[in-house]
Structure formats: structure tokens, C-alpha cells
């Protein structure tokens, strides 16, 4: 059984920044890694991915110039990297791993695995 488990999540100010950090039991080589939020009322969004290798990101046009995904699979683990944050970014930001296969990095059923979510909140 996969776990994922995301950390990093908290309270910042515009314009400020966090790392986020997700962990995976098991060989996290084998998924391609991706992140995404939910806001108050709002459904679940798309924010970044990676593949397997960390040879390509892809990222929701919100956010294109501001976060970045990363990971480290020696370490089996991956990061979101977020900039100049605004209060727009506050949600519960969600780890999931999976296997890309025809719905493409952007889309949740691509994710198998997913973590248990970790809040940010960004103030004004």
C-alpha cells in the first residue's frame, strides 16, 4: 500500500513564500507526482505536476512564474515550491502519486495515491 504525506503547510503573508514536501512509501520513482488544492467552496484544482524523472513540469496557468514542483526520489519525496503568494492561494494543497496514462498530468484520476492534504493560508 502507497502512502503519501504532505508537510510544509501554514499561515504567510502575501508575497511570501513555503515549501511543500511530500513523502511516499515504496518507490516513489515509479510515479509521476502532482499537486493540487481545494478552497473553500470550491472544487478541487490542478496546480503543478512532475514526471517520474523530474524532467518535465507542467503547472496551471494561475500559477505559471510562481510555484514550481521538484522532487528528490532518492528521498522519495516531492516538493511544490511556492512565490509570491497570494491570498487567492489559500486552500488545503493536496499531494497524489500515480501512473499518467491517458488523462494526462492535470487531471485527478491520473493520481491513484493521495495524501491527507495540508492547509495555507495566505494573508493579506
Known amino acids: 500500500q502507497v502512502q503519501v504525506v504532505e508537510s510544509g503547510g501554514g499561515m504567510v503573508q502575501a508575497g511570501g513564500s513555503l515549501r511543500l514536501s511530500c513523502v511516499v512509501s515504496?518507490?516513489?520513482?515509479?510515479?509521476?507526482m502532482g499537486w493540487f488544492r481545494q478552497a473553500p467552496g470550491k472544487e478541487r484544482e490542478f496546480v503543478s505536476a512532475i514526471n517520474w524523472s523530474g524532467s518535465s513540469t507542467y503547472s496551471a496557468n494561475s500559477v505559471k512564474g510562481r510555484f514550481a514542483s521538484s522532487r528528490d526520489n532518492g528521498k522519495n519525496t516531492a516538493y511544490l515550491q511556492m512565490n509570491s503568494l497570494k491570498p487567492v492561494d489559500t486552500a488545503v494543497y493536496y499531494c497524489a502519486a500515480g501512473l499518467i496514462l491517458n488523462d494526462g498530468y492535470d487531471n485527478s484520476r491520473s493520481y491513484a495515491y493521495w495524501g491527507q492534504g495540508t492547509q495555507v493560508i495566505v494573508s493579506s
Open positions: 515504496g518507490r516513489i520513482s515509479r510515479y509521476a
